[in-house]
């Protein structure tokens, strides 16, 4: 199967200094990474979708100086929370997609970044 | 039109029991449907796929249902086990690749 991985895969910051998460495909090119936000007990919400080599889709309400998105390689996404205030303390998820050869594409998640703001 | 909704919110069944997920999606552009199995602290594994040019799909005791008229699907899960207790997700996606979730069911096993 296909492997996504985030580094770190919790972290404790002070509130107003900056986090960055990283997100990995291990073993495909991925040319469109997501990024997720989950609270507890509900269900993931799309922040942006990342492709390589061009800037982030953010969704509605997303903040975009406040999430900052790189999509430096097929193979690398990373989001920095700028800031960060315990509000955005959070489980922050990757997804990676990969191409098949039945014409779609499969999305795969990595295992998560648990955020504490404090 | 966006939206994918899923119920039950919470399951709870018997060993080797066949608990039942249901999805209803109202966009019919939509034409990919994932199942994703969630264990706390985990990030989200994909379980099983169908498209809208199939009514049925099988791997191992999984199974999703789908009905294109009734613009619905179900995953079923046969002999279930207490380690199949997990949350479970249903999706659906055009070939955008962005995919829409469904609210979640969380699922438990008795043994």
């Known amino acids: 199967g296909a492997v996504v991985s985030q580094h770190p895969s919790w972290v404790i910051c002070k509130s107003g200094t900056s986090v960055k998460i990283e997100c990995r495909s291990l073993d495909f090119q991925a040319t469109t990474m997501f990024w997720y936000r989950q609270f507890p007990k509900q269900s993931l919400m799309l922040m942006a979708t990342s492709n390589e080599g061009s800037k982030a889709t953010y969704e509605q309400g997303v903040e975009k100086d406040k999430f900052l998105i790189n999509h430096a390689s097929l193979t690398l996404s990373t989001l920095t929370v700028t800031s960060a205030h315990p509000e955005d303390s959070s489980f922050y998820i990757c997804s990676a997609t990969r191409f098949r050869t039945s014409g779609y594409y499969e999305q795969y998640f990595g295992p998560g970044t648990r955020l504490t703001v404090t | 039109q966006q939206q994918v909704k899923q119920s039950p919110q919470s399951l709870i069944v018997q060993k080797g029991g066949i608990p039942i997920i249901n999805c209803a999606y109202e966009?019919?552009?939509?034409?990919?449907f994932p199942w994703y199995q969630q264990f706390p602290g985990k990030g989200p594994a994909l379980l099983i796929a169908i498209r809208p040019d199939v009514s049925e799909k099988k791997e191992g005791r999984f199974t999703i249902s789908f009905n294109k008229s009734a613009k619905q699907f179900s995953l079923h899960i046969m002999d279930s086990q207490p380690g199949d207790s997990a949350t479970y997700f249903c999706a659906a996606s055009m070939r955008a690749q962005k995919l829409v979730f469904g609210q979640g069911t969380r699922l438990t096993i008795n043994p």
């Open positions: 966009n019919t552009a939509f034409d990919y």
